[in-house]
């Protein structure tokens, strides 16, 4: 089965940067789509990034795509979520999911993923 699990959340002051990732596996003939989702304290849960594993085009809503980024790793079979100039407002528990129905990283993003990782928080605060 498809086991995914975010990692590198932290402490931040705003402006900083943080790396996070997703360590994927259990996927055997499935090249779904892959996305980073957040839930913030009294919102609701957003999509920031996903990427289609099988031509690595990737989806970033407006307000993160000019500070965010997403990629792969293929050697190590990691998502990675980078994350740059963090604003308070980025705070928030992000997760690693993904839709074994799901190949386009719009489509992953514009929908609720079936399959999701356990989260690593993000605070960002001075």
């Known amino acids: 089965h498809v086991q995914l699990q975010a990692s590198g959340g932290g402490l931040v002051q705003p402006g900083e940067s943080l790396t996070l990732s997703c360590a994927a596996s259990?996927?055997?003939?499935?090249?779904?789509?892959i996305g980073w989702f957040r839930e913030a304290p009294g919102k609701e849960r957003e999509a920031v990034a996903c990427?289609?594993?099988?031509?690595?085009?990737?989806y970033l809503p407006d307000f993160v795509k000019y500070r965010f980024a997403i990629s792969r790793d293929k050697n190590q079979n990691t998502i990675n979520l980078q994350m740059n100039n963090l604003r308070p407002e980025d705070t928030g528990v992000y997760y690693c999911a993904t839709d074994l129905g799901q190949a386009s990283s719009y489509a992953l993003c514009h929908s609720r993923p079936t399959e999701w990782g356990m989260g690593t928080q993000v605070t960002v605060s001075s």
């Open positions: 990427l289609s594993t099988n031509n690595d085009i990737t």
């Open positions: 259990g996927f055997t003939l499935n090249r779904p789509a």
